[in-house]
């Protein structure tokens, strides 16, 4: 098995990690800008979306976009779903926090404007805001002939920045997670906007239509969850893999019902013989979304049908996957 596709691909990990810990670092002390003000932060740097206080509330802020998903947009001349992705990674990102999303601005920059990208990419946009409940209230275009690239004349990247609101006692940091808790999982609808680098490299492009289904939003379920339960913890499985759930707490995690790997991801693993490994540390392998919760509770959701057990917390950190009646502690590369 190939232990090192993503880095091959053009994505290195480790350089990343140490991008992002560089920024961290002379990012933080801005914090200290708003002490004893409306907007002094709530938590620090790493989670999926950090809090400024807002009186009795919290505004959650984060910002992701849609990577190299670009270009398989741009290599089978479809830009919708690209839209969808772009809300969903960000309102996906806000519920970590136990915050409703409820606005974003997008970012969209050109090689060339082309008013029909444009506007398919705000069609997918206005079908994601539709499916969570949000507003697009703005946005920013550019024309960067020099700067992006992509298939042809068509290159363009697109990224948002979403807000939402949370009590501050309902704020998920997941200092609530112990030894004994219960991992449910939601379903992802395939690849969705993360490991595209690896993907691409891996699969013919006859076979890209497969990775241009869009991510799923998790808001309608979420928002249902949170208005009945109290919950320990949300990760979204995105860039990382399983290993996102690190983010959420020092205990580790023992995952040994995940269910079938979608076949996109299969092909993927089969066609580019890559590791288990890598693959569970790189894609979400069939779950986009994991609730942390303590066993009541975790059995009261699965019930209600929207969510279903994959494994559970442990003392020992990390993150082990059992598959075939065979144990894998990931390799920790990010976060």
Known sequence: MVENMYAGSGVD??????????IKRILRPTFDNRIGKIGEVECDIGAYANLVSFGDYALALTTDGVGSKVLVAQALGSYENVGIDCVAMNVNDLLCVGAEPIAMV???????????????I????????????IAIIGGETASMAE??????????DL?????????KDNILTGDNIVVGDVVLGMASSGVHSNGLGLARSVLPKNMWVNLNVPTRIYVNEMLDIFSKYKIHGAAHITGGGFLNLNRLTV???ILDSLPDVP??????????????????????????FCIIADKFTADAIEKSGVAFRIGGVVEESGVVIIKN??????SRVIY
């Not at 990224?159 to 009590?167: C, E, N, Q, S, T």
């Not at 009646?325 to 990931?330: P, T």
């Open 325 to 330: 009646g065979e144990s894998l502690k990931l």
């Open 147 to 156: 700067v992006i690239r992509g298939v042809g004349d068509r290159g363009f």
């Open 13 to 22: 990990l480790r350089k990343e990690n140490d991008v992002v810990e560089t």
């Open 159 to 167: 990224a948002g920045a979403a807000l939402g609101i949370v009590k």
């Open 263 to 288: 076949p996109v991801l299969k092909k993927i693993q089969e066609m580019g013989n890559i590791s288990d490994d890598e693959m569970y540390r790189t894609f979400n392998m069939g779950v986009g």
């Open 106 to 120: 997008d970012y969209i920059a050109m090689q060339y404007m082309d008013l029909n990208i444009a506007r398919e």
């Open 122 to 133: 705000a069609w997918g946009l206005a079908k994601g805001a539709k499916e969570a409940n």
């Open 251 to 253: 205990c580790g995690f």
